[in-house]
Nanobody, 122 residues
Framework: QVQLVESGGKLVQAGGSLRLSCAAS????????MGWFRQAPGKEREFVAA?????YYADSVKGRFTISRDNAKNLVYLQMNSLKPEDTAVYYC??????????????????WGQGTQVTVSS
């Protein structure tokens, strides 16, 4: 069982930066691929980035967002730079045991956090 708790979401201006954090429980954290998803109002939850040794990004955030993790502290981060209004969404942390190094759909996640709101103003 893995429990995930996100933090760090807030209102920022376009062009700004923000770092989200996700704290995970459980002694097998390092064995999970950790990912970030986001869901804007009226839209489906979409993959943003994932990490387990390798990293993988959605094209829409590549070059602007960076995922990282601290396995000793059971933490995963999402550094978001050059934010755009279209990045506005609830951001969710997700964990997946079996990962092939690419994106995955929301339905394939094994565990979810409760989400944190990111709002980018123009």
């Amino acid at each position: 069982q893995v429990q995930l708790v996100e933090s760090g979401g807030k209102l920022v201006q376009a062009g700004g930066s923000l770092r989200l954090s996700c704290a995970a429980s459980g002694r097998t954290f390092s064995s999970y691929a950790m990912g970030w998803f986001r869901q804007a109002p009226g839209k489906e939850r979409e993959f943003v980035a994932a990490s387990r040794g390798l990293t993988y990004y959605a094209d829409s955030v590549k070059g602007r967002f960076t995922i990282s993790r601290d396995n000793a502290k059971n933490l995963v981060y999402l550094q978001m730079n050059s934010l755009k209004p279209e990045d506005t969404a609830v951001y969710y942390c997700a964990a997946k045991r079996v990962w092939y190094g690419n994106s995955w759909s929301a339905g394939e996640s094994d565990y979810w956090g409760q989400g944190t709101q990111v709002t980018v103003s123009s």
